[in-house]
C-alpha cells in the first residue's frame, strides 16, 4: 500500500497524532544516538547558544527569505506542483493558530536536534542534509516539491557549519514552518 493511501485511510485527528508520535521519535532517537556518537549527553547542549542577533541575522531573515520564496514559487507555479497530497491542508487548514504555533515548534525542535544537533556534528553536512531530505520522502514523486525541501535542508544546514548554533537552525525552521503553516490555514 502506498503512503498516500495510507494517508488517506487516516482521520484529520490520526494524521495530526501520527505527526506529533513521529517528532517524538526523532527526538528519543536524538537522545539514543546521543549516547552513542556522544562521550558525554552535555556535550551536543554546547550547541544552544542564546545569541539574539546571531539568532536574527542567521535565523529570522533567512527563515523570511525561504517563505518568501516559497510563497513567490506557489503563486508563479501550477498548483499541481505543490501538491502534497493535501497532507499539509489537512494538518493546517481550520487550525488554530496556538495549534500551528506549538506543531512549529515541535517540529523544528525534534527535526534540528536530530538532524543538525546529533547527525551533522557527527557525520558532517551533506550527509545530515541528505538524509533530512530523504526523510520527507513523501516528496520524492514531486520534483518541485522534493528540489524545495532538499535547497531548505542544505541551507539550514549551511546555517549551522557557519553558527553552530542549534538556536539558529530552530529558529530558522520554526519560521519557515509555522509562516507556511500560518499560509495554508488561511488560503481559501
Known amino acids: 500500500m502506498k503512503q498516500s493511501e495510507i494517508i488517506e485511510q487516516l482521520s484529520d485527528e490520526e494524521l495530526k497524532q501520527q505527526l506529533f508520535i513521529s517528532q ?38 533567512p527563515g523570511l527569505i525561504i517563505v518568501l520564496i516559497d ?27 496556538s495549534y500551528v504555533f506549538i506543531l512549529s515548534l515541535t517540529v523544528a525542535f525534534a527535526e534540528e536536534v536530530l538532524f543538525r544537533g546529533v547527525l551533522q556534528t557527527t557525520f558532517g553536512y551533506i550527509i545530515a542534509s541528505a538524509i533530512f531530505a530523504l526523510v520527507h520522502f513523501r516528496y520524492l514523486n514531486k520534483p518541485v516539491l522534493f528540489i524545495s525541501i532538499l535547497f531548505v535542508s542544505f541551507y539550514i544546514g549551511y ?7 542549534l538556536a539558529v537552525t530552530i529558529t530558522a525552521h520554526f519560521i519557515v514552518d509555522f509562516l507556511l503553516g500560518l499560509f495554508i490555514r488561511l488560503q481559501r
Open 159 to 165: 546555517l549551522f557549519e557557519v553558527t553552530g548554533n
Open 24 to 61: 517524538g521519535l526523532f527526538i528519543v532517537l536524538a537522545f539514543v544516538l546521543s549516547f552513542i556518537f556522544f562521550d558525554d549527553l552535555r556535550e551536543w547542549l554546547q550547541y544552544f547558544s542564546w545569541e539574539p542577533e546571531q539568532i536574527f541575522l542567521y535565523g529570522v531573515i
Open 71 to 97: 510563497i513567490m514559487l506557489v503563486w508563479t507555479l501550477p498548483k499541481r506542483y505543490y501538491d502534497d497530497g493535501g497532507i499539509n491542508e489537512r494538518v493546517f487548514k481550520g487550525q488554530p493558530v
